[in-house]
């Protein structure tokens, strides 16, 4: 019996140490193809976007009404009638919704002399995180650079929401029935399929929404900075933020003065989640010892607390 | 609602069409210049605005809206340095370089063109509102509300909210 099962364990481990080989060997072999496929990747080539420039917004909110209509939602409130240019229409700091896929909120700076308007929506991400984070496969990234979202087989988890380091993806919690995220899908279905710019970006009278390829768009907020010295922070909002978005920003000031989440990370959140994804078997392996140790520590103290000796023994126990 | 911006576009075409004949002005050119001009570009949805051409052109240098069309060097430096004297062209107005559809087809295509310098060019209501509404602020004179230049135009056959920037009240 005892040398039947020898047997059995020795063939089992010398085939075994073969497959380990070769298993070794074809990892080795992918990695280099694997990572240039995982890791360089910079969007589509078709990627389209948008500039939108703060200098030239004034905050009018002709995108927010131009958003609302073409998605069917109500239009937005505290509109002026006889709106005077960069005159704040609300106080408060607002974010997307489910009833609202943009919003264009009001920033004093010290470093600027009348206020700046930030229009928020967004940012159709090179590698989207709420993508990458979702199960159920309910996040498209299409080739025009929208990322879009189905909600017929959105489960209603909501990691995307957590997932998204720009905190976009709203939830619709009126309708329990049909629950669903909301958020700007680029105008996909509508407007950028048919090759036709976002309806916000049409409504805008300042042309502070200038829409395009990705890649020209970076050269054309390149030339801005360099044809108009001092009217902008040198810098490109989106650029590389979170592996790079579609939707870019310049300010004349520097990004933090404008309600800009400059914390976000400059890598995709993708590589993020998958050290913490490593991280959990450590976590798994490592724990049940480290709180065992600790609770033998505890017990031990609290039994005979008046020697160190004793304390050095336990420590060997959990040790071994 | 496709209809709408459809018909929208359509309308930014037919843009500054009459020119109210008057007195020509003394300038640098010596040529025939309107006192008044039209802009009705977005008749469909508002009044045409009336610009007050002579007014203007008795506060700032031709080249300072029409770059290096008007005969000078532009004052813009990104211009004057290809621009270096400026030519006289037949056409002046703005819609004949400023696109109405600055962001449809081929010209996204086009502007991939690794020899084009001309990237960053504004579409007609971009042109518009950023020259007009940038000197108005700047100088603290002029009309800078929406109103002010855009008379509403009382049509009920006009879908609900169309010029996408006001909320209809009545
Ligand atoms: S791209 Fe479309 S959905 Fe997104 S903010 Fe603009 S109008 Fe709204
Ligand atoms: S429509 Fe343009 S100018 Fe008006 S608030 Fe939106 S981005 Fe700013």
């Given at each position: 019996m005892k040398e039947e099962t020898r047997r059995g364990t020795t063939f089992t481990r010398r085939s075994l140490l073969k497959g380990m080989v070769a298993a070794v060997a074809t990892a080795i072999s992918m990695r280099p193809s694997r990572d240039?496929?995982?890791?360089?990747?910079?969007?589509?080539?078709?990627?389209?976007?948008?500039?939108?420039?703060?200098?030239?917004?004034?905050?009018?909110?002709?995108?927010?009404?131009?958003?609302?209509?073409?998605?069917?939602?109500?239009?937005?409130?505290?509109?002026?009638?006889n709106y005077q240019p960069l005159e704040p229409q609300y106080r408060e700091t607002r974010r997307p919704d489910h009833q609202a896929f943009t919003v264009v909120n009001q920033y004093q700076s010290p470093l600027y002399d009348h206020p700046l308007f930030k229009k928020t929506q967004c940012n159709h991400c090179l590698e989207p995180a709420c993508l990458t984070a979702c199960f159920v496969n309910a996040y498209t990234k299409t080739p025009e650079g929208a990322v879009i979202y189905n909600e017929s087989v959105c489960v209603g988890c909501r990691t995307c929401m957590v997932a998204c380091p720009f905190s976009i993806p709203a939830f619709r919690y009126d309708s329990a029935f049909d629950a669903q995220i909301m958020k700007c899908n680029f105008c996909f279905d509508t407007r950028l399929s048919k090759g036709r710019p976002p309806a916000c970006v049409e409504a805008c009278p300042m042309e502070a929404l200038t829409f395009g390829y990705r890649d020209e768009l970076l050269k054309i907020a390149r030339k801005r900075l360099r044809d108009l010295p001092g009217r902008y922070h040198r810098e490109i909002y989106g650029e590389f933020e979170a592996g790079g978005t579609s939707w870019l920003y310049l300010s004349p000031v520097p990004f933090e003065e404008a309600g800009f989440d400059t914390r976000v990370p400059r890598q995709p959140i993708l590589h993020f989640v998958k050290d913490f994804l490593a991280v959990v078997p450590m976590v798994l392996t490592i724990w049940p010892g480290l709180f065992a140790g600790i609770y033998l520590l505890a017990k031990s103290n609290k039994t005979a607390d008046n020697t160190t000796s004793k304390e050095d023994k336990s420590d060997e126990t959990i040790e071994r | 609602m496709r209809?709408?911006?459809?018909?929208?576009?359509?309308?930014?075409?037919?843009?500054?069409?009459?020119?109210?004949?008057?007195?020509?002005?003394?300038?640098?050119?010596?040529?025939?210049?309107?006192?008044?001009?039209?802009?009705?570009?977005?008749?469909?949805?508002?009044?045409?605005?009336?610009?007050?051409?002579?007014?203007?052109?008795?506060?700032?240098?031709?080249?300072?809206?029409?770059?290096?069309?008007?005969?000078?060097?532009?004052?813009?430096?990104?211009?004057?340095?290809?621009?270096?004297?400026?030519?006289?062209?037949?056409?002046?107005?703005?819609?004949?370089?400023?696109?109405?559809?600055?962001?449809?087809?081929?010209?996204?295509?086009?502007?991939?063109?690794?020899?084009?310098?001309?990237?960053?060019?504004?579409?007609?209501?971009?042109?518009?509102?950023?020259?007009?509404?940038?000197?108005?602020?700047?100088?603290?004179?002029?009309?800078?509300?929406?109103?002010?230049?855009?008379?509403?135009?009382?049509?009920?056959?006009?879908?609900?909210?169309?010029?996408?920037?006001?909320?209809?009240?009545?």
């Open positions: 240039s496929s995982a890791h360089d990747f910079h969007g589509y080539d078709s990627n389209r976007g948008v500039l939108v420039d703060l200098t030239r917004c004034i905050g009018c909110r002709s995108c927010e009404v131009a958003c609302s209509q073409e998605h069917g939602l109500a239009p937005p409130d505290g509109m002026l009638e | 209809l709408e911006w459809y018909q929208l576009s359509l309308g930014i075409i037919v843009t500054i069409c009459s020119f109210v004949a008057g007195e020509p002005l003394a300038t640098e050119l010596n040529r025939k210049v309107p006192e008044m001009v039209v802009l009705d570009s977005l008749s469909n949805l508002y009044e045409g605005v009336s610009f007050d051409h002579a007014l203007h052109d008795s506060y700032a240098s031709c080249v300072e809206c029409h770059h290096h069309v008007a005969g000078q060097p532009s004052a813009d430096p990104a211009c004057s340095s290809c621009h270096r004297s400026g030519t006289v062209d037949i056409v002046v107005d703005c819609k004949s370089c400023h696109l109405t559809d600055p962001f449809y087809g081929d010209l996204l295509s086009a502007k991939r063109n690794l020899s084009r310098y001309h990237i960053d060019m504004t579409g007609l209501i971009g042109a518009y509102h950023l020259n007009c509404l940038g000197c108005h602020l700047a100088l603290t004179t002029g009309p800078t509300g929406c109103l002010d230049c855009h008379q509403r135009k009382r049509n009920d056959s006009l879908p609900q909210g169309i010029n996408g920037t006001h909320e209809e009240t009545e």
